[in-house]
Each structure stands twice: as C-alpha cells, then as structure tokens.
C-alpha cells in the first residue's frame, strides 16, 4: 500500500570512513543473489548538495524552479527533488513505499529509531555506541579494542564470513 511501509528497514552507521557503504555493497550483493529487492538511502551528511550532473536537460529543469525532475531511461528512472528546505526523514521514506521493495538500507541518519549496525574505526569512536539507540551488531576493524558488548560483534575486513547472520539478522529484525 503507498505511502504504509511494509518493509523491513535498517540503518548502517558510523562515522566517515568506517565502512558503511563497503558493508551496504556487500549486503546489496547477499540479498540480490536471494531475490530481495533491496532499497537504499543515504545521508549526506558531510554538507553540501549530492553530485549532479550539470548541463543536462533535467538539471536545466532544476535549476528553472521545478521543485521535482525525473529522467526515464531504459532500465533506470533517476529522481531529484529540489526544495529549499530539507525533506523531514518520514516524508523521505514515504517516496520508498511506491516501489515494489522487500528490505531498505539506510546508510547514516544516525539518530533515527530503526534497528542499526554500528561500525566502529577505532576505540575513539565506541562512543557512538551511547549516542545511537536500538543497535544490533557492531562492526570494528580491530577487534581487540572492543571488548564487552552485549550486541553481535563481527570485523570488518572478514565481513564475508559474517554476512549471513547479518542478513537473518536484518530480515528477521
């Protein structure tokens, strides 16, 4: 039903640089092979506006005030919304709901409430695990420098051997 969310979500975050679009490829990957029509969002959280494509049509759409551009090609339909102020997150995954989806990756927006995987660069960064609500799994490159925690815990640079469990995980939130 549009604009019901009835499918699973789930959120990857951590601060630059921890592998969270690494580990959203790999996951993308596993559920493809499945048949799971896999959905992603991402926060640009690093300032700015996304990267555009300049001197097309579409941009030349933009920029003469259309508030919404699509562009239709063979197998793939690009959309930019162009509003002035930010779309709230709710009203972000509304536009998910008219797609045939079965599980939406979100990378970043940290503060949100759904189930997460927190990855973790270094030590510095385990604060991050009493700022985030709702984690599942945790995700360090060195995994002596994290010691008790009460969430599945997995390294990053063998994340093949774990991506099964972090997918029953993610199905079956």
């Known amino acids: 039903m549009q604009g019901k969310i009835t499918f699973p979500i789930f959120q990857i975050v951590g601060y630059k640089n921890a ?73 972000i995954l509304k536009l998910y709901t008219f797609l045939p989806l079965d599980l939406l990756l979100i990378e970043g927006y940290k503060n949100e409430k759904y ?28 995994t002596e420098k994290l010691h008790s925690t009460n969430y599945l815990h997995f390294s990053i640079q063998h994340i093949d051997t774990v991506l099964p469990d972090l997918a029953k995980m993610i199905k079956y939130k």
Not at 43 to 50: A, L, M, S, V
């Open 19 to 91: 592998g969270k679009t690494t580990l959203i490829k790999k996951l993308i990957q596993y559920f493809s092979k499945e048949g799971i029509r896999v959905g992603t969002l991402k926060h640009h959280g690093h300032g700015g506006e996304p990267a555009f494509v300049k001197d097309t049509d579409s941009y030349e759409h933009l920029e003469a005030g259309s508030i919404i551009s699509a562009v239709q090609g063979e197998k793939m339909l690009q959309v930019t919304v162009n509003k002035t102020e930010e779309l709230k997150f709710d009203e």
């Open 115 to 142: 189930p997460k995987i927190v990855l973790l660069r270094d030590q510095a960064d385990a604060q991050l695990l009493s700022t985030v609500s709702n984690i599942k799994a945790v995700g360090t490159w060195d």
